[in-house]
T-cell receptor
Framework: GNSVTQMEGPVTLSEEAFLTINCTYT??????LFWYVQYPGEGLQLLLK?????DKGSNKGFEATYRKETTSFHLEKGSVQVSDSAVYFC???????????FGTGTRLTIIP | DTGVSQNPRHKITKRGQNVTFRCDPI?????LYWYRQTLGQGPEFLTY????????KSRLLSDRFSAERPKGSFSTLEIQRTEQGDSAMYLC?????????????FGSGTRLTVV
């Protein structure tokens, strides 16, 4: 079955630091890959996605590249801000299968 | 369009009581999904609808759980004879077509506490 393994948190960084949150997956076929973000008190928001190998998803300065050879979809940002503090979830869905499989989430705290 | 709306935001109930949650998806979205998120975990799939048809149910959805989407618009999730293990955030999401292609829009969730 499908599974997603995320870097364990919590992660605490100083403002303007470089961010990497690791995500690897196991799936049948060629899944679509997603990063969702959950700000305090809010619902999940789609941050970025990639639907095929070597695609790069990007949004709000965040990037992730779909690496089929390493089954990875690591999230990166060059310079984080306090407003990026949130919980980040890596997720996948398979073609013909409507359900998202999520990782356990990584709590990110950015300190000024 | 105000996005996916869930009500109530919070529900506290005594063990053994029945509860019902409501989800109003984005109006043109024909697919609607329910997920459950427990503390420190990622959301887990429960069930999904295409229009009014319930097409898949997770084995997490015991016979105490039932979901409906009678007119293909809003949906309800009912839990009968609640147990403390049912305490969680219940999330609803909708998509225009296949979520793989169009993405999923989530609501803010209903937090259930069973005491």
């Amino acid at each position: 079955g499908n599974s997603v393994t995320q870097m364990e948190g919590p992660v605490t960084l100083s403002e303007e630091a470089f961010l990497t949150i690791n995500c690897t997956y196991t799936a049948t076929g060629y899944p679509s890959l997603f990063w969702y973000v959950q700000y305090p008190g809010e619902g999940l928001q789609l941050l970025l996605k990639a639907t095929k190998a070597d695609d790069k998803g990007s949004n709000k300065g965040f990037e992730a590249t779909y690496r089929k050879e390493t089954t990875s979809f690591h999230l990166e940002k060059g310079s984080v801000q306090v407003s990026d503090s949130a919980v980040y979830f890596c997720a996948l869905s398979s073609f013909g299968n409507e359900k998202l499989t999520f990782g356990t989430g990584t709590r990110l705290t950015i300190i000024p | 369009d105000t996005g996916v709306s869930q009500n109530p935001r919070h529900k506290i109930t005594k063990r053994g009581q029945n509860v019902t949650f409501r989800c109003d998806p984005i109006s043109e979205h024909n697919r609607l999904y329910w997920y459950r998120q427990t503390l420190g975990q990622g959301p887990e799939f429960l069930t999904y609808f295409q229009n009014e048809a319930q097409l898949e149910k997770s084995r997490l959805l015991s016979d105490r759980f039932s979901a409906e989407r009678p007119k293909g618009s809003f949906s309800t999730l009912e839990i009968q004879r609640t147990e403390q293990g049912d305490s969680a955030m219940y999330l609803c999401a909708s998509s225009l077509g296949s979520g793989n292609n169009y993405g999923y829009t989530f609501g803010s969730g209903t937090r259930l506490t069973v005491v």
